[in-house]
Nanobody, 125 residues
Framework: QVQLVESGGGLVQAGGSLRLSCAAS????????MSWFRQAPGKERQFVAA????????YYTDSVKDRFTISRDNAKSTAYLQMNSLKPEDTAVYYC??????????????????WGQGTQVTVSS
């Protein structure tokens, strides 16, 4: 089993920055991919970014490229999402997720085995 705990959400003005953290515990050696998803009110959960635990390859949805950066600290079993130039449309609950496989469909929420509880990000205009 793997437990994921997100932190770092909050209220920020448009153009500001936030850094989210996702700390993994338990059987962390089984993690192959960690990702961030977000869900705005009344909308489906949306893929944001993914990182392969070994090698560090990263993937982003188009709307956050050049603004968000996903990274990981293997020693701390923690993934991060640095969010810059935030926009009101980035407002959502952000969830981290862990996959025990190198799934090709990293943008599909169904491949993930574990999820955090979510952290709220609100960007005011």
């Amino acid at each position: 089993q793997v437990q994921l705990v997100e932190s770092g959400g909050g209220l920020v003005q448009a153009g500001g920055s936030l850094r989210l953290s996702c700390a993994a515990s338990g059987r962390t050696s089984s993690i192959k991919t960690m990702s961030w998803f977000r869900q705005a009110p009344g909308k489906e959960r949306q893929f944001v970014a993914a990182i392969r635990w070994s090698g560090g390859s990263t993937y982003y949805t188009d709307s956050v490229k050049d603004r968000f950066t996903i990274s990981r600290d293997n020693a701390k079993s923690t993934a991060y999402l640095q969010m810059n130039s935030l926009k009101p449309e980035d407002t959502a609950v952000y969830y981290c997720a862990a996959d025990q496989d190198y799934s090709i469909n990293y943008a599909y929420s169904g491949v993930y085995d574990y999820w955090g509880q979510g952290t709220q990000v609100t960007v005011s205009s």
